[in-house]
């Protein structure tokens, strides 16, 4: 079974500033999660990724597998970026159906302040 | 390409009723996930379904909570005899196949907030 730490759990920024939430588990996994979600309660996936880094726009994420350790960066921070980030992972290490048996982080939220 | 919708959005219950909530997943998508979200706590994974079958239904309360996924229609988590402590947002998700690094992730839905009272 996983466990899924993520801090830190609140965060303050000033807009424009370099932006890392971290995400640490426990077990082998075969892709980790990020996940936003809204003020007004809707999730949006991020990213899935298994190796190495993703980039989206401002938005990277790292994961290195060995350390079973994801961080998520957002370039040059804007208000709008606003939110809970989540991370998750399956709670199984193994490929298959139920890979969507997640378990998830608390969420780091973060504010940017204009 | 409409996304994962839900309804309704937002569900009021008293003591003993009960609750039905609705998921329809993107187009294409054969495969859905219900997640709860309770007040100031994490999601947690309640089932996941496929066309006609329950795929993992662990997360899932012993009593009073089923789900399904008929051939035809929406997915459906129902709550029998609602209790205040079923109060949360319940989200639904989508994807076209298993989960993998190779097919992507699922597609979340808007949430439908219920209100127990």
């Known amino acids: 079974k996983n466990e899924v730490e993520q801090s830190p759990q609140n965060l303050t920024a000033q807009e424009g500033e370099f932006i890392t939430i971290n995400c640490s588990y426990s077990?082998?996994?075969?892709?980790l999660h990020w996940l936003q979600q809204h003020p007004g309660g809707g999730i949006v996936s991020l990213f899935m990724l298994s190796s190495g880094k993703k980039k989206h726009g401002r938005l990277i994420a790292t994961i290195n597998i060995q350390e079973k350790h994801s961080s998520l960066h957002i370039t040059a921070s804007h208000p709008r970026d606003s939110a809970v980030y989540i991370c998750a992972v399956p709670r199984f290490s193994w490929y298959g159906g139920s890979q969507g048996n997640l378990i998830f982080g608390k969420g780091t939220k973060l504010s940017v302040k204009p | 390409n409409a996304g994962v919708m839900q309804n309704p959005r937002h569900l009021v219950r008293r003591r003993g009723q009960e609750a039905r909530l609705r998921c329809s997943p993107m187009k294409g998508h054969s495969h859905v996930y219900w997640y709860r979200q309770l007040p100031e706590e994490g999601l947690k994974f309640m089932v996941y379904l496929q066309k006609e079958n329950i795929i993992d239904e662990s997360g899932m309360p012993k009593e009073r909570f089923s789900a399904e996924f008929p051939k035809e229609g929406p997915s459906i988590l129902r709550i029998q005899q609602v209790v205040r402590g079923d109060s949360a947002a319940y989200f639904c998700?989508?994807?076209?196949?298993?989960?993998?690094?190779?097919?992507?992730?699922?597609?979340f839905g808007p949430g439908t907030r219920l209100l127990v009272l």
């Open positions: 077990v082998g996994i075969s892709a």
């Open positions: 998700a989508s994807s076209p196949g298993v989960i993998s690094r190779f097919k992507g992730p699922q597609y």
